[in-house]
């Protein structure tokens, strides 16, 4: 079970997620409250013992990583990347030929309140327009995140993620001379608006799980489950989805300090996950 602990914004929390048994750390430079900047990663990454373990949350633009971007992950040995913004096939395969492993995040329906069907959920988050850039992980352009907004129907966001996939497979163009292979990751994620993560709220599981029972998910990249994890709810979460791996941020800070890490939080949440050992 890969466990990440993900918007971190001190060193300390850092080493204190991965001395408590943590897999990965993440460090966001997209957007939200807990977005750092290009120095503060490099401090955080230049003061770890083991900066491959940390993922790192990037905006893909025109295909490509900006160049500043790129060299502070090559310099620090960074190999993996969550990816927002013009999320696109040939932009994961020339990632892949840089020697990067992808994290595609797909927005996934929140889990539906009492009275609510999983419709009524999407159909209000397609309503809405996104938030300005920096308020919030934004979703730009096209690609997978970009995808969700469209979405009307349950059915929706997996065709979406399908669609996406295929294209590896059947649709580069003949121009398309990079050569790397699709996501090495699968991240659902609660879709909010304007906001494919980090809002805590919760994705709907069940949805979640009957996607993955479906003949299409058999050529999937592994799963990692995120959106309203917590300490109390991750082995719940696992038991129903059987990821391969889980993220979790705003489910182990302090109160009202997003960003800041509570350590009793973190090992609770880990202990949790590592009671449940489920791969597909």
């Known amino acids: 079970m890969i466990i990440k602990i993900c918007g971190i914004t001190h060193i300390d929390d850092a080493r204190d997620a991965l001395a408590a048994g943590a897999d990965w750390i993440g460090l966001n430079l997209v957007g939200g409250p807990r977005r750092i900047d290009l120095s503060a990663a490099v401090g955080i990454l230049s003061q770890l013992d083991d900066p491959p373990r940390a993922v790192v949350l990037v905006a893909i633009e025109n295909d490509e990583l900006p160049p500043t971007t790129a060299a502070m992950l090559h310099t620090h040995a960074v190999r993996r990347l969550q990816l927002y913004g013009q999320v696109t096939p040939k932009a994961v395969r020339r990632l892949a030929d840089g020697g990067f492993e992808s994290i595609l995040v797909t927005p996934a329906p929140l889990h539906a ?71 090495a990751y699968i991240l659902f994620d609660a879709q909010t608006p304007g906001r494919p993560g980090g809002t805590g709220q919760t994705a709907n599981w069940a949805a979640i799980a009957t996607a993955r029972r479906d003949d299409r998910s058999t050529n999937w990249p592994p799963v990692l489950l995120a959106g309203g994890l917590t300490p109390d709810n991750v082995a719940e979460a696992i038991d129903a ?8 941020s705003s489910g182990v800070e302090l109160e009202n300090k997003p960003g800041s890490k509570d350590p009793a939080k973190v090992r609770a949440f880990i202990a949790a996950a590592r009671g449940r050992t489920y791969s597909i």
């Not at 059915?155 to 292979?181: N, S």
């Open 113 to 183: 309140s009492p009275g609510a069907s999983g419709a009524e959920c999407l159909g209000a988050q397609v309503r809405r327009r996104p938030k300005p850039p920096h308020s919030c992980v934004t979703p730009e352009a096209r690609g997978i995140n970009a995808a969700a907004q469209d979405r009307t129907h349950n059915d929706d966001w997996v065709a979406a993620l399908e669609r996406f996939l295929t294209e590896y497979r059947e649709g580069r163009p003949a121009h398309d001379t990079t050569t790397g292979q699709g996501p």
């Open 241 to 248: 989805v059987h990821p391969t791996g889980v993220d979790v």
